[in-house]
């Protein structure tokens, strides 16, 4: 919004900061942050006055979460998601069509969780929305922003799906690109939140793996840049940069109130929102695979989850102690700061690692 500042810029004046993206992504960052501090305190004090008991904790989980996260409340996700849409709205352009895809994302999935966390409080247990009709409305929002993104795309990438290192290798999907960014944009979102079950475990990721693929997004919406590092060249996509750093000043506003011992928890609605806009934006910026990388914390708890069902249901077994895998290092008695800051680092090194896949080759 605030971009159309500009107009009023005879091109030396203050105003002209106003056309360049790092500038109001750097604006973003620090009014979303701001927001986080202002109405953090506010918020969790009106959710623990309306939720009571606050969110459920699972009986089979570790007992250890009976006794420390009783009590504490939960839906702290729509912190996150108010510092992210108004910085957004505020510094973005609002004539960008990734701005919008991404944002129709989050604030979709973040609905979706909302429903999910409102059932489960209201109810006084684990089971909120059916997983049937999360995956459904799931599936068809990522659906309409699959088909948005390859709406514009440019014609040459339209459909395709685009390799790391490999640069010169585009495969056509044709219409089965839709379905494929569906399940990437719904696996991403599940996959944070099977991650969100320790206190700061899951908004640290998110906020590494947003960063590094905002770099990604402002990296392949330049000419220069793609040229350089000889990449796809995605025009409009360097504004994405600005929501990603909007989702890193609103995440650590709400990581100051959730780090351990947690005064509030994301629950579904930001955990589900949170992980769609990471779906979202690697599909916009055609880094799909790159993103399994970046995120491949997400992608470890998901698949820790759906090996041990497998493995249960065929031999009776299980794999690991519990499951998602932090819980697993739970049983074995790691202290809880110790396995989130250890996944932290895997998540930085992992970023690192999708980083270099631009100069790769």
Do not use: C
Not at 222 to 234: K, M, Q
């Amino acid at each position: 919004m605030l971009y159309w500042l500009t107009q009023f810029s005879d091109g030396g004046d203050f105003f002209n900061l106003f056309r360049y993206i790092t500038f109001r992504a750097g604006a973003a960052f620090f009014t979303a942050l701001i927001f986080g501090f202002i109405f953090g305190r506010p918020l969790i004090d009106q959710l623990r006055k309306r939720q009571g008991r606050g969110q459920p904790i699972r009986d089979d989980g570790p007992e250890s979460h009976l006794l420390t996260k009783q009590g504490t409340p939960t839906m702290g996700g729509v912190l996150i998601l108010g510092a992210l849409v108004v910085s957004s709205l505020l510094w973005a352009r609002l004539d960008n069509p990734y701005i919008w895809m991404v944002l129709f994302v989050t604030v979709g999935f973040g609905a979706v969780g909302f429903a999910d966390d409102y059932a489960k409080v209201s109810k006084s247990n684990t089971k909120g929305v059916s997983g049937r009709i999360r995956l459904l409305i799931g599936f068809t929002i990522a659906g309409l922003a699959a088909v948005w993104a390859s709406w514009f795309h440019p014609a040459d990438l339209s459909f395709r799906l685009a390799f790391p290192v490999f640069k010169d290798v585009l495969l056509n999907l044709w219409w089965f690109f839709i379905p494929f960014a569906m399940i990437v944009i719904v696996g991403a979102a599940n996959a944070v939140n099977l991650t969100d079950g320790l206190d700061g475990l899951a908004i640290m990721p998110v906020m590494i793996a947003a960063g590094t693929l905002g770099v990604i997004a402002y990296a392949v919406g330049r000419v220069d840049f793609t040229e350089y590092l000889d990449v796809h060249y995605v025009p409009g996509t360097g504004e994405i940069l600005v929501f990603a750093a909007a989702l890193i000043g609103g995440g650590l506003g709400f990581l100051w109130y959730n780090a351990p011992p947690a005064a509030v928890f994301m629950g579904d609605t930001g955990s589900l929102a949170l992980g769609g806009a990471l779906g979202a934006i690697a599909v916009a910026i055609k880094h799909e695979i790159v993103l399994a990388i970046v995120g491949g914390l997400f992608v470890v708890e998901a698949l820790s989850v759906i090996i041990q069902v497998l493995y249960f249901k065929r031999t009776g077994k299980r794999v690991f102690l519990m499951a998602p895998i932090h819980h697993h290092f739970e049983k074995r008695g790691w202290a809880e700061p110790q396995i989130v800051i250890r996944f932290w680092i895997i998540s930085l090194i992992l970023a690192l690692i999708g980083l270099a896949t631009l100069k790769l080759r």
